[in-house]
């Protein structure tokens, strides 16, 4: 049995399954003044009425960024207030950027307090002539109709007099649009509105404007009123800065570059709290799962974690492991793309491992347990830990059976001693020719040994040291102690990654990250440690919760 594939596939699942139960989360800004400090405000976003329902991803922010700044001055160190004042900057910068306009001159004497940004189609024109034209839709909230519509035109005109396009005004549905039409082709690009007063919306072609128009006269037709993207929002009653929704079969179209389906009722919808030392998301994903409860299984960290070391690069801990899968399993919803994934998952596992995961592992971790990836030390390769109770005939049952099918795979099973401890060994002999005669390398795949009520692997002695070595656990990290305080105390669990030490590690394995981490400059380059909780489903809306730690700050 190769133990590293064992421990890769548990991760694998670990993180899939409490994604799945609440969402992964990964988006913003960074640390109103004081009427923020509560996490932001009650609101929704209100330019959900111009955005499609069928839009694969929305993203809004519910706080002017002025108003952030303010926060971040409150908020941040004395020694970081520049910093974060010059990051806000770049931020607000980031709306303009390539447009020849100024933030402070031209957009924030009008800019109210939201801003949503919607992929709304992966193809707006359904032209297969010229391949797909992705429709994009700014909604800027406005303070000023007035100045706003004086920015536009001013805008607008520079680019005409320059020689580049024409100016050209329509009236559609009794809206005002504004855009440019290239000379040399007479095609539109770049076009904006402002509705009511209230909103001033840009979008990267007319027919996408007019279709954001329409879905407000018609309102079947936009977010505001799908179903799904209301249920999740009911949810989550907290005060926040920022709301994201993604069509989950709709951004699987996107990427894949398929045609939309005609229903979307698989949504995840994220809402982002600020917190002194971070940011707080709550997830809420709507039809995946059936419509069943499931309760929370925790009111308390598992005591598992005694024996995973404070510094460690990603962990997940729970209870019940054999419930859980089982929740998950067969909670998902047969079209959910997750079932794919998962089935995926433990086809793979089962393949190169050799064994049954459900079988051979599922079923006799019923109690607490714990994963977790440790940072290489010296010449020392990264290690993984795996903590179960082993306090039933079942578990050590189980135990028993991964010896054998050990022993099954050509490996060979003993004893080690261990400081005062006694381990036993999965290892691989090989007769290496010698100049005089053959001699035998032994190579330790993997070990295992009992504390007290606790089964603890590790694919490598220097991991079960650590483990076993008295080194500070995650339980007494101040950071991680901070970062649950602000999550459900009742909950399935708890996964947790230290972002300096993952970041490689993702990045390699999965390259068009970053693409997302150029995106999200400012986050990603504050954000220290993700700790991650999921707290069960209710009619089936599934509910987690994320701490996003930015900054520094001791452990």
């Given at each position: 049995m190769k133990l590293r594939?064992?421990?890769?596939?548990?991760?694998?699942?670990?993180?899939v399954s409490l994604s799945v139960a609440g969402g992964s989360v990964a988006w913003v800004l960074a640390q109103s003044p004081f009427n923020l400090l509560s996490g932001g405000v009650v609101a929704n976003p209100s330019a959900a009425i111009f955005v499609p329902k069928q839009s694969p991803v929305v993203v809004s922010l519910l706080a002017n960024p002025d108003r952030l700044e303010q926060f971040a001055q409150v908020a941040a160190p004395i020694n970081a207030r520049s910093r974060a004042r010059a990051e806000l900057t770049q931020i607000k910068t980031g709306l303009l950027a390539n447009t020849g306009a100024d933030y402070v001159r031209d957009v924030q004497p009008w800019l109210g307090d939201e801003i949503t940004f919607a992929l709304t189609s992966p193809d707006f024109d359904r032209d297969s002539n010229n391949g797909a034209q992705p429709g994009y839709l700014l909604v800027a909230e406005s303070k000023d109709g007035q100045l706003a519509r004086e920015f536009l035109q001013a805008f607008y005109a520079k680019e005409a007099i320059a020689g580049e396009s024409e100016l050209v005004s329509e009236t559609y549905k009794g809206v005002n649009l504004i855009y440019r039409r290239a000379i040399s082709d007479n095609n539109s690009t770049s076009a904006s509105a402002v509705v009511?007063?209230?909103?001033?919306?840009?979008?990267?072609?007319?027919?996408?404007?007019?279709?954001?128009?329409?879905?407000?006269?018609?309102?079947?037709?936009?977010?505001?009123?799908?179903?799904?993207?209301?249920?999740?929002?009911?949810?989550?009653?907290?005060?926040?800065?920022?709301?994201?929704?993604?069509?989950?079969?709709?951004?699987?179209?996107?990427?894949?570059?398929?045609?939309?389906?005609?229903?979307?009722?698989?949504?995840?919808?994220?809402?982002?709290?600020?917190?002194?030392?971070?940011?707080?998301?709550?997830?809420?994903?709507?039809?995946?799962?059936?419509?069943?409860?499931?309760?929370?299984?925790?009111?308390?960290?598992?005591?598992?974690?005694?024996?995973?070391?404070?510094?460690?690069?990603?962990?997940?801990?729970g209870a019940d492991l054999q419930q859980f899968w089982e929740q998950l399993s067969t909670g998902l919803a047969p079209s959910s793309p997750f079932t794919q994934i998962l089935n995926r998952l433990v086809a793979r596992g089962n393949a190169n491992?050799?064994?049954?995961?459900e079988g051979d592992i599922f079923n006799w971790v019923r109690g607490e347990y714990a994963l977790s990836l440790l940072p290489g030390v010296a010449e020392n390769p990264p290690s993984w830990l795996f903590v179960a109770q082993n306090n039933t005939p079942e578990a050590t049952a189980g135990i028993e059976r991964l010896d054998r099918l050990a022993k099954e795979q050509d490996l060979s099973l003993g004893n080690l001693a261990l400081g005062d401890k006694k381990v036993t060994a999965w290892t691989e002999l090989k007769t290496i020719p010698g100049e005089v005669s053959p001699r035998l390398e032994a190579k330790v795949k993997g070990v295992h040994t009992t504390v007290g009520n606790y089964e603890i692997f590790s694919s490598s002695l220097a991991g079960m040291e650590r483990a076993l070595g008295g080194e500070n656990a995650i339980l007494e990290s101040k950071a991680f102690k901070r970062a649950i305080a602000l999550l459900p105390k009742t909950n399935n669990g708890y996964f947790s990654l230290d972002w300096d030490l993952a970041q490689p590690l993702i990045e390699e394995k999965a390259p068009l990250f970053r693409a997302i981490e150029f995106a999200g400059r400012p986050l990603f380059n504050n954000l220290r440690a993700i700790v991650l909780s999921s707290s069960g489903r209710e009619k089936g809306i599934s509910r987690a919760s994320a701490f996003l730690q930015l900054g520094t700050g001791d452990s």
């Open positions: 594939s064992f421990f890769l596939i548990l991760a694998g699942i670990a993180v009511g007063d209230r909103f001033v919306l840009f979008a990267n072609h007319p027919k996408v404007l007019r279709a954001a128009i329409n879905n407000v006269q018609a309102i079947d037709r936009s977010l505001e009123n799908s179903p799904p993207y209301q249920k999740a929002l009911q949810t989550i009653q907290t005060p926040r800065i920022g709301v994201a929704t993604i069509n989950l079969p709709g951004l699987n179209a996107w990427i894949s570059k398929q045609p939309l389906p005609p229903e979307f009722d698989q949504t995840l919808t994220v809402t982002l709290s600020l917190a002194r030392q971070g940011l707080v998301a709550q997830s809420a994903i709507a039809g995946v799962f059936d419509e069943q409860t499931t309760l929370p299984a925790l009111s308390a960290p598992v005591q598992a974690l005694n024996y995973i070391p404070t510094n460690n690069t990603l962990t997940a801990a491992l050799g064994l049954d995961l």
